[in-house]
């Protein structure tokens, strides 16, 4: 189970049924797999900060795309290149946000269908 690999999400009602619905809906195991790690890393941030994800705001986002620019590269210095060790790649940030995006329109409708 999802919330036994990555405890963040069941910590986080709204987003354990997020990804819920998502298996339900027959997504394949590596989508859902992305999306758990993708949203679990943002609710990390969330819990470190302390700010509710349900009630965040554009900045915290901003904040959590500032934190995937400016994290250490995995290989750190063996990476030889002129932003060698200097946060994530863009496509990368842009597979982190995917999963954050999806949840808040899940969030939105869900609130006001509710």
């Not at 009630?55 to 290149?81: D, M, Q």
Request: proline fraction near 4%.
């Amino acid at each position: 189970m999802l919330t036994e690999k990555r405890p963040v999400l069941g910590r986080h009602e709204q987003a354990a049924t997020w990804l819920t619905i998502w298996t339900d809906l027959g997504r394949a195991p590596r989508t859902i797999d992305a999306y758990a790690r993708g949203l679990a890393e943002y609710l990390l941030m969330c819990e470190r900060e302390n700010v509710d994800p349900i009630a965040a705001n554009r900045a915290h986002i901003a904040f959590y795309v500032r934190e995937l620019t400016l994290r250490p590269h995995r290989r750190g210095a063996n990476v030889v290149s002129i932003d060698s060790g200097a946060g994530l790649a863009n496509a990368t940030i842009q597979q982190r946000l995917v999963p954050v995006r999806l949840f808040y329109d899940f969030l939105t409708d869900f609130g006001s269908s509710g």
